[in-house]
């Protein structure tokens, strides 16, 4: 049985492996090419240090934040630089890093020195600038690890932001302590412990700081992060590749936690951009004209654990190709401000992205949304699979998509049409998830499994099991919002999925808008059934007890009664996963729900 943490050390142990062999095959990697040149290390104590040191010893360091500025600005391929930070040392005041340029092997690093498991810490502060970041980055290829970033008065945490346009690629932000950006917390209890709707949202996140009047309105509320990736600049398409966000903690955030944002992918159902959309061939894209779609490339977000975020936890926006894996997301839309909708972990106008062993849970419905995960509009190629969605006030997992007004032009810049279109959503598949206890009895339309916002063609959902509450009169399951035309949805496939309620509450399906879809083979006890060979006859017989936070939880899900692991149907147009959500092989098996097999 391979659970998430196995998994998760597999994947780290691969990369390794990866990289020991590429370093073999690499200048200075043997072989008797060419050695790469070493780091120069500059060390840095905000209490002992002095600017007046070499600052290349333990015993003899810098200290302010204008020394380490000047000291990453000399990195080159031929001079790379280490930047490290004394651990418990407190470096005050925003700190930027530009004007290096480092290589892809050779990144500028910062991290830690010293003995102990704190963090260096660096507390920033809101100022009359736009930007306001405690730390922000304007180069590429850089390593960033094991830093404490505060800032109760600041926008930003770590916020990457391209000094110029073209692709900015190699970062890394790994092992960091982000926490209380934007958020200026004045109660007696602690923020998780204390109910969204008593706080003063005004007191502990002003809005008054934000920039206003942006071009594109209410998503520059998306700017602000305790880590963002955002290509916001007007001069010229820019774009990431190949970004890592790793085992960050990332707690008590005015906005989102983690923000992967693009304003350089404009196509129908996105909505936004500053790129004139030529279609979906990438080949003709010109960065000189603006011409085409500029999506971020290669972007990974592992490990990283995100609470009481006041809007998202994490979220992809026009990223094509890239994993999001073993995050977990408390307490998302925790300041849920009317007129923004938030949800734990999601994505946007993205494709060909792998969602897995992730979790979701306590999102607070606010303003609007309050789902654990979300597959947002104008996404394709996504597959979310061995996910844990529970106690989410909205909902387990948002499927949405819209129609946009969108101008196309052809490889030459001419103007062909204006017209609405609706983003591209097809085959994304949702199979062998948990979801458990999700919605809120004061709104029982709040699904317990999904609700479906506008037109979400071609999707596969199978072997995926859903708990209800048993405190919600008449819940949806499924829920399809938004009752007009263009919500009409088409080719859904649900196959082998367990819905189940301890008590029949009439539980039951509101899919009025689907008009071409399957329910086949799923199993039904004391919930409405839907659909073809509904079973009904099996009572799964969980035995679930005591906290249920956490992945290690996932195993008390697993059904007592035997029969469903063999009540399963194969089907020709899905591809079923190789394994179960615990790791499970389950090559050959046709079974019920996220689970293939007995304890």
Known sequence: MMNKFKA?????????????????CTPGGGGGETKLPDYLTYYFDAENGN??????????????????????????????????????????????????DSTEKRPLVLDSYGEGEGYPVFEGWGTDTEINAVLSVKDDNITIRNLEITGPTAYQGIYVLPAKGGEFANVVIEGCYVHDVNFQWDYPTAPKDTDPSTINLEQVCPETRQPQGDRYGRYVYRKYSAISFNNDTLSRPSWFNNV???????????????????????????????????????????????????????????????????????????????????????????LGRPGFWNAGIWVFGSRDILMQYNEAAYAFLGGGDGQGFDID?????????????HHNEGGGLLLCNNYTTVSEYDKDGNLLSTESRKGKWENNVVRNNLFAYNGMPSNPSRSAFITIARQTDDV????????????????????????????LCYRNYYYNNLFYSATNRGAKFTIDMMRDYEFDNNLYFNVGTQGQNAITGIN?????????????????????????????????????????????????????????KAK
Request: hydrophobic share 40%; net charge negative.
């Open 8 to 24: 998760g050390i597999f994947l780290m142990c691969s990369l390794l492996i990866f990289g020991a062999a590429m370093s073999a």
């Open 51 to 100: 600017d007046a040191n070499s600052g290349t010893s333990e015993s003899a360091p810098k200290q302010s934040l204008e020394a380490i500025s000047a000291a990453a600005a000399t990195a080159t391929a031929e001079n790379p630089v280490k930047l490290l930070f004394k651990k418990g040392s407190r470096f005050e005041g925003n700190l930027t890093l530009a004007g290096y």
């Open 244 to 334: 890592t966000i790793r085992n960050n903690r990332v707690i008590n955030i005015g906005k989102i936690g983690i923000n992967v944002y693009n304003m350089w992918d404009n196509q129908p159902g996105f909505g936004y951009g500053y790129n004139r959309y030529a279609g979906e061939d990438l080949s003709v894209n010109n960065a000189e004209k603006k011409l085409g779609r500029f999506p971020h490339t290669n972007i990974t977000a592992y490990g990283n654990y995100m609470e009481c975020t006041g809007g998202d936890g994490l979220v992809f926006s026009g990223v094509e190709g890239g994993v999001i894996e073993n995050n977990t997301s408390y307490y998302a839309n925790y």
């Open 377 to 389: 509009n104008a996404c394709s190629n996504i597959t979310f699979q061995y996910n844990y969605a």
């Open 460 to 487: 596969f959902v199978y072997n995926n099991t859903v708990i209800l509450r048993d405190d919600i009169a008449g819940q949806s399951i499924i829920n399809t919002e938004d009752k007009n035309a263009k919500s």
């Open 540 to 596: 799964p017989l969980f035995e679930i007890t005591g906290d249920l936070k956490g992945w290690e939880a996932v195993g008390k899900f697993v059904p007592s009664d035997v029969r469903v692991f063999s009540a399963g149907a194969a089907f020709a147009n899905i591809t079923p996963a190789a394994k179960d959500i615990l790791g499970e092989s389950v090559q050959g098996i046709n079974y019920i729900g996220a689970f293939g």
